[in-house]
């Protein structure tokens, strides 16, 4: 089977918007990337479960931050912009749908704010809940405000949890199925060490256990999830660096991702420009260091797995390149293809299947 991939981008001399290249499953070859989409800085970009409708968070000037909707042509991959919306905030940072596709969530990191917005039949977006984040955390640095990186549905919606950089924590929210208005759970939140700087995060595919990878720890915490009371229990912290590795400013981890059949999770590290890979236990869902790879470029940002868990693109920022690794079936471990995209800018990658 084949995969579209697009690729959000920042903006600069040699990138123009969100761009599309075609997965061969089999062989993980990819096509020459084309532009799909020429707006401003679509960082973070979330595609509706049906395939049909794609959504980017954009940045504009110094005061405004948009959510763009997207039809999709699932035989194509061509998009047409359907409407554009304000995100609530600045610097909208990612983009999220649940799994009715009916609920999307969007994080501002400049403002450290989260919105929700209930997607109709047709994905076109009407105002749910904005919630402004307050407080601050230990680093005065970094961590003097609030500073929202990700908002995600848990796996049956009726949650929705935001990393928020600035706080050190993972707020969790009520979600309102019908019109996506938001309210807070009870607990409200929960801690990652101090100074760790919680910026994204994902669910193990039976939907019990959540990684959190902290951007300034250059960790991950894995916490138990209910899904019925909406509570985060933490049970580990983890490094992501390889031994004798120091903590450093330079150096901050970015992306996670998880296979689909749960067994190990990935972790980009811009400075360290690599890719860590971490077996998860059975049993527990905690996880162990199995590997540290080069990433191929220059600041690894973000990265995805295609849907057969074969093939991990990794987006370099700063080299502008997307490189492709082959995921070994049984220890999880990469291998570089040879693989090199060019694309200005590349920050995120997401996959939907050519129908």
Not at 44 to 54: H, K, Q, T
């Amino acid at each position: 089977m084949d995969y579209f991939a697009y690729f959000g981008t920042f903006t600069n001399e040699t990138s123009r918007g969100i761009y599309i290249s075609r997965l061969d499953a089999a062989s993980g070859k990819l096509s020459a990337p084309e532009l799909a989409a020429a707006i401003p800085s679509p960082n973070f970009l979330a595609v509706s479960p049906n395939g049909r409708i794609l959504y980017a968070v954009t940045r504009g000037d110094a005061s405004s931050g948009g959510v763009d909707v997207f039809a999709l042509d699932g035989r194509t991959g061509k998009l047409s912009l359907l409407d554009q919306n304000s995100s609530g905030g600045l610097g909208p940072c990612h983009v999220s749908v649940d799994a009715t596709g009916r609920t999307v969530l969007v994080a501002n990191y400049g403002s450290g704010s989260v919105k929700s917005f209930r997607a109709d039949a047709e994905g076109l977006l009407a105002d749910g809940t904005f919630v402004q984040h307050v407080g601050r955390s230990v680093n005065e640095k970094r961590q003097n405000g609030p500073h929202a990186h990700c908002f995600t549905p848990s796996p049956t919606g009726r949650f929705a949890l935001a990393c928020d950089l600035g706080l050190d924590q993972v707020l969790v929210y009520q979600v309102n199925p019908t019109n996506a208005t938001l309210a807070a759970s009870a607990p409200a939140f929960a801690s990652v060490p101090p100074g760790s700087g919680p910026r994204h995060l994902v669910f193990s595919p039976d939907g019990r256990t959540t990684y959190v990878v902290n951007e300034m720890a250059c960790t991950v915490t894995v916490f138990a999830w209910d899904e019925k009371t909406g509570k985060l229990d933490l049970q580990q912290t983890v490094s992501i660096l390889p031994a004798g590795v120091e903590v450093t400013p330079s150096l901050t981890a970015a992306e996670i991702v998880i296979r689909p059949d749960g067994r190990f999770v990935y972790v980009t590290v811009r400075g360290h420009d690599s890719v860590s890979v971490l077996a998860v236990d059975p049993k527990s869902g905690q996880l162990t260091l199995a590997e540290n790879v080069p990433c191929g470029g220059r600041v690894p940002r973000g990265m995805d797995l295609d849907p057969t868990g074969r093939w991990l693109l990794v987006a370099n920022q700063k080299s502008e390149n997307v490189t492709v690794f082959a995921v070994a079936a049984t220890t999880g471990r990469l291998t570089g293809t040879g693989q090199s995209l060019a694309i200005g800018s590349p920050v995120d990658v997401e996959f939907t299947p050519v129908r």
